[in-house]
C-alpha cells in the first residue's frame, strides 16, 4: 500500500491489483475517517477526499495504515440480473478478438457472476470484473460519438452497461432494458462498487 | 416568493456545495466553481453556506423580483450590480449585471436561496454529468426559500477583486509528479501558462510549452479531485475546476491547493497562470 499525494485537500492510496481495491475501499467505505467526504475506488487506487477544515492529511494517512482491508466483502450479497438482448453490433468483431464464437461468447458472459470493481466515466457507470473470466478486449480504435443507453459492451478486462446515451469506445455486445442509473429511483445508481452482477440471455 | 430570468447572459447555472459523498458512484461533485465567493454571498444575506446561488459567467443577467428580495453579488464584479453589499431589490424591480471588467463569475445570493427541486441532494447543474437543473434561461421563474437565520447585519464585505493581469496559484506535487521528473516540475512551475478559450467548468485547459514525460504507457483510471493538473499527450495540462471527470486516465503532475483553486476559477481566456511550489 503505497500513498500517493493528491494535493491539499486529498489522499491516494495505491494498491497492488482490482482484489486489493475492493478490500481497502470496503473498509473505508464501511468506517470512513473522520473529514473524509469520498472515498473513490479505481482500477489500482483509492482516492480519500477530505474537508480540509475538518480534518488533516496526516490524520487520515494514519486511519488508512491503521485500516484492515475486508477481503472478500464483494462476494456477499444478493447479485443483481440484468437480462440482456446479445445482438450488440461489436458481438461478431468482440467474439473474434477472444477467439470465440459469438455463441462462447455469450455463454461465457453469463456463466459466472460479474462484481462492480467501480465506477465512473458517468454517473451509474460501472466497471464490471469477472474473477477468472480471462477477458482481453481492445477497445475499438474509432470511438463512437453516439452508445444508445443501455448497451452492454466489453473494454479490456471490464465489462460494463452505458447508464444513458453517451460517446464510447468499448465493444457493444447487447443491451438491457433495465436502467442502471435513473433518477426516479433511490437509489438512483443500480450499481455500485462491490455489488455483485449476473448477466442473463433475454428471450 | 421568485424571481424571473428576463436575459441569462452567456452562461448562468444554479450552483451550491455539491454533491459530496457520491463519487463511488460515478457521480461528481460539481457546485459553485469559486466557492469562496459563493459562501460569501450566501453570508451576505443571512443564508446557510450551502444554500443554492446563480453563478453568472461574464454577466448579462437579468431578472425581475416578484417579491421583495435581499440580494447580492460577489465574485467578478458587474457594473449595476449590489457588488458585496446586501441591498433590497423591491417586487417588480429589476437587477441587470453589465459585464465584469476582471474574473469571470459572479455570484447572486438571494435571501432564502434558490429553491429549485434538489437532484440526489444538491441544486448545482454538473455540465459535464448532465445532473442537476437545467441551465438558467429567459423565462426561467426561480422560486425562492424562506429565510433560514438572522440576518448578519453586514453592510458590506471587504475582499479584492479577482485578478486583472496574471494569478500566481500554488501548486503541490501530485500523486504522477515522478512521470515528469524534475525536469518536468521545474517546467510546470517555472513558465506562465496561459488560459485558453477551450475552458468551462470542467476545467482550464492551458497553454504553453508541452510537459514531457519520462515514461511511456498507459496509467489505469484513478480517482482526482479538483485543483488536479492533469497532463494529456499533448503535454499541455488541464486544471480540473468543479465538474471534472470522477477518474481519468492521465498522470496528475500536481495540484492547485484547494484555496487557490477558487481564484483559478476566475481566470479568463487569455490571461496568464502561473503555478508556485506551494
Same mark, same amino acid.
Given at each position: 500500500m503505497r500513498l500517493l499525494p493528491s494535493g491539499s485537500a486529498a489522499l491516494l492510496v495505491e494498491v497492488d491489483g482490482l482484489d486489493d481495491v475492493l478490500a481497502l475501499y470496503a473498509a473505508l467505505a464501511g468506517a470512513p475517517p473522520e473529514g473524509v467526504v469520498d472515498v473513490v475506488p479505481a482500477a489500482r487506487t483509492v482516492l480519500l477526499v477530505t474537508d480540509p477544515a475538518r480534518t488533516t492529511l496526516d490524520a487520515v494517512a494514519a486511519a488508512v495504515r491503521r485500516t484492515t482491508p475486508v477481503a472478500g466483502a464483494e462476494r456477499s450479497g444478493d447479485a443483481v440480473e440484468l437480462p440482456v438482448?446479445? &445482438? =450488440? @453490433?461489436d458481438l461478431a468483431d468482440a467474439a473474434e478478438l477472444l477467439g470465440l464464437t459469438p455463441g462462447q461468447l455469450v455463454e461465457r458472459h453469463t456463466s459466472a457472476a460479474w462484481t462492480v470493481a467501480f465506477c465512473g466515466? @458517468? #454517473?451509474?457507470?460501472g466497471y464490471l470484473v469477472q474473477p477468472g473470466g480471462g477477458w482481453d478486449v481492445p477497445r475499438r480504435a474509432t470511438p463512437r460519438t453516439k452508445v444508445p443507453p443501455g448497451s452492454v459492451a466489453l473494454a479490456g478486462e471490464f465489462s460494463g452497461v452505458y447508464p444513458r446515451e453517451s460517446p464510447g469506445g468499448w465493444q457493444l455486445i447487447g443491451r438491457t432494458d433495465v436502467a442502471v442509473f435513473d433518477l426516479a429511483r433511490d437509489p438512483a445508481a443500480l450499481l455500485r462498487p462491490g455489488t455483485r452482477v449476473r448477466f442473463v440471455a433475454a428471450s | 416568493m421568485s424571481l424571473t430570468v428576463l436575459a441569462p447572459g452567456p452562461l448562468t447555472t444554479v450552483q451550491d456545495?455539491?454533491? #459530496? =459523498?457520491q463519487a463511488a458512484l460515478g457521480i461528481g461533485r460539481s457546485g459553485a466553481a469559486d466557492r469562496a465567493s459563493a459562501r460569501l454571498a450566501n453570508r451576505l444575506v443571512g443564508n446557510p453556506l450551502d444554500a443554492a446561488v446563480l453563478e453568472v459567467t461574464l454577466g448579462g443577467l437579468a431578472v425581475r423580483a416578484e417579491a421583495d428580495l435581499l440580494v447580492v453579488t460577489t465574485g467578478a464584479r458587474c457594473p449595476g450590480s449590489p457588488h458585496d453589499a446586501p441591498t433590497l431589490l423591491r417586487a417588480g424591480a429589476e437587477l441587470r449585471l453589465g459585464a465584469p471588467a476582471a474574473g469571470l463569475r459572479t455570484y447572486l445570493a438571494v435571501r432564502g436561496g434558490i429553491a429549485v427541486p434538489p437532484v440526489l441532494g444538491s441544486r448545482a447543474t454538473d455540465v459535464l454529468a448532465g445532473l442537476g437543473p437545467a441551465v438558467v434561461a429567459a423565462g426561467d421563474v426561480l422560486p425562492v426559500g424562506a429565510p433560514a437565520a438572522p440576518l448578519p447585519g453586514v453592510d458590506l464585505a471587504a475582499v479584492p477583486d479577482p485578478a486583472v493581469g496574471d494569478l500566481t496559484a500554488a501548486v503541490l506535487p501530485g500523486p504522477r509528479a515522478d512521470w515528469f521528473g524534475p525536469a518536468g516540475w521545474s517546467a510546470l512551475t517555472g513558465q506562465r501558462w496561459t488560459v485558453t478559450s477551450e475552458s468551462n467548468r470542467v476545467g482550464l485547459r492551458l497553454d504553453g510549452v508541452p510537459l514531457e514525460r519520462l515514461r511511456a504507457g498507459e496509467l489505469p483510471s484513478e480517482g482526482m479531485v479538483r485543483g488536479a493538473l492533469q497532463v494529456p499527450p499533448s503535454g499541455t495540462p488541464v486544471l480540473f475546476? @468543479? &465538474?471534472? #471527470?470522477?477518474?481519468?486516465g492521465y498522470p496528475v503532475i500536481g495540484y492547485v491547493t484547494d484555496a487557490d483553486v477558487d481564484r483559478c476559477a476566475q481566470l479568463r481566456p487569455g490571461q496568464g497562470l502561473r503555478l508556485r511550489a506551494g
Open positions: 438482448h446479445y &445482438d =450488440g @453490433a466515466f @458517468a #454517473p451509474g457507470f | 456545495e455539491g454533491r #459530496p =459523498g475546476l @468543479a &465538474d471534472h #471527470p470522477v477518474t481519468g
